[in-house]
């Protein structure tokens, strides 16, 4: 996995023609697919725009060859002498795809908190801040975190005005002629294998042990600009809930068992990689990944086949699609699953996702999950 941090340095938009045209119609959607753990992700930002060409800049510790993908791919790659490097595209509309791992971007506070900090808090001598785009605003821009069950989002700011949605595993913000755009997320890592137990009563606190001094908080970016957007449902400052319980709420006990105890594994699989096509098991509704109603069942059987210690890899590409824009919508429906299937008990750790294939005849409504080893689908059928 590549896990060089792709947010921390904003991939910056620039004008490469048309300098005369005014007001052009500039589109940008952000998907970040959060793992577990809170800090690994993969991201999926698109580019829709009217012009005929596009320049993207990559910083320092960015290269072409470490994205998973870069459509469209007959772009001409320029490094420049401060060590970054210069993509010209000679279309409008770009898609890119990334994996990493947060770093300086996210504050490790006590009780599994986590604040993320989109923007470094250094404005370029233009002006420029966050996620911008020169010489026009964004026409529209949608920011999205989808996460996986074991996450709480628990507020969340923009330095810019917009419209904040959470629903189930995804939380958006979109703006319309915005520029310079900056993201605060608080949010709290759960343990994955807690559950979703209810929240523990607060006990009496109990002195602390001696710990050693903790480190010196990151400062804050100064924002400027129309103001902070909170949730009205919780202020960020404020301290936050305390329903995943704190460290020293120890976890119930749970009966052990011996490898002499565990169901034995069947020997006889055939351990070739072997792949299924789902049809309509999951949509875009109002541009959010959902699982369709049919697709509740099929996925349950397909989780029940694959939840199994002898899974040692699945893997998920998203409906194909006719437009290299649409990319993102495909990788976030192909995350949809995947979330779906590690909340029904497949390894988390053991599933990767895919964008689908772009196809002229692509339909959009079927996905393609290989698993290996390729005998444990002998258990699972479509169809009940």
């Given amino acids: 996995m590549n896990r060089r941090v792709w947010s921390r340095f904003t991939a910056t938009l620039l004008l490469a023609a048309c300098a005369t045209q005014a007001l052009a119609v500039v589109e940008r959607e952000d998907i970040i697919v959060l793992a577990a753990d809170g800090l690994r992700y993969t991201s999926y930002k698109t580019l829709r725009s009217d012009l005929a060409e596009r320049v993207l800049y990559l910083g320092p510790d960015e290269a072409p060859e470490d994205a998973v993908f870069i459509v469209p791919d007959d772009y001409a790659s320029t490094p420049l002498d401060d060590g970054g490097t210069r993509l010209h595209f000679q279309s409008g509309s770009f898609a890119l795809m990334n994996t990493g791992v947060f770093d300086a971007e996210v504050e490790r506070k006590a009780n599994g908190i986590r604040v993320f900090t989109s923007w470094d808090g250094v404005t370029r001598s233009d002006g420029h801040l966050g996620k911008w785009n020169a010489p026009d605003d964004f026409s529209s821009f949608s920011y999205t975190w989808v996460v996986p069950r074991n996450i709480d989002i628990l507020a969340y700011q923009a330095n810019r005005s917009g419209t904040w949605e959470k629903r189930e595993n995804t939380l958006n913000w979109t703006g319309k002629q915005v520029n310079d755009i900056a993201f605060t997320i608080r949010y709290r890592v ?53 329903a995943g319980g704190t460290p020293s709420q120890a976890k119930p006990q749970q009966p052990t068992t011996s490898e002499q105890d565990k169901p034995a594994q069947p020997s006889n699989v055939d351990p070739k990689p072997r792949s299924v096509t789902l049809d309509s098991v999951v949509t875009l509704a109002d541009g959010r990944p959902q699982v369709t109603a049919r697709g509740q069942g099929v996925l349950r059987r397909l989780a029940g086949a694959l939840a199994t210690d002898n899974t040692r890899r699945v893997v998920i590409h998203g409906p194909g699609f006719t437009d290299s824009r649409d990319t993102g919508g495909s990788v976030a429906q192909a995350a949809r699953v995947s979330d779906f299937l590690a909340a029904h008990g497949v390894a988390e750790e053991r599933i990767e996702i895919r964008a689908g294939k772009r196809a002229d005849d692509a339909t959009g409504r079927t996905i393609e999950v290989t698993v290996e080893p390729g005998g444990l689908l002998d258990a699972f059928s479509e169809k009940r």
């Avoid at 006990?203 to 970016?221: G, M």
């Fill in 190 to 242: 759960n343990d994955p294998d807690a559950g979703a137990a209810p929240a523990a009563k607060p006990r009496p606190t109990q002195p602390a042990p001696q710990q050693t001094a903790p480190s010196k908080p990151k400062p804050q970016p100064s924002y400027s600009g129309n103001g902070l957007e909170t949730a009205p449902s919780t202020s960020f400052d404020s301290k936050p809930p305390q």
